[in-house]
């Protein structure tokens, strides 16, 4: 859903006609909730995935979301080990930011950093295990 914009960000939602409150990311509330914003245009993300990709040793800079998709489109081929946790660590981190963002919007409170970090670590061990 991520990869085709297909999630019902409030930007896509104003777009449809439909009411929200704010068009504002519910998660830094400094710009549109777009998709490419919150996926990596969102500070919180990016800290975040640039934490992940920290704990896998790739050095490399947090880039836009179409800069990591192309990256992960034409690195992540194969059945290796590390590609492997590099495709679960991309979809627990597009799954952790959707999750995040609707936990703040329903709920009207977010997790700290820290704490998302390390239910996307649990996420991820999670689905190793399985
Ligand atoms: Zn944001």
Redesign the pocket.
Known sequence: MAILERLPTRERLLRMGIQVDSG????????M?KRN??FL?????KHLWGSIRSLCSLSRNVGSWGQELDWALSHLKGKSLIVLILKLAWSCFVYSVWEERNFRLFRGKGRLLKWFRYALEEEILARWML
């Not at 245009?41 to 993300?45: L, M, P, W």
């Open positions: 504002l990311c519910v998660i830094c509330g400094r710009e909730e914003h919150l245009g969102c500070v919180y993300a």
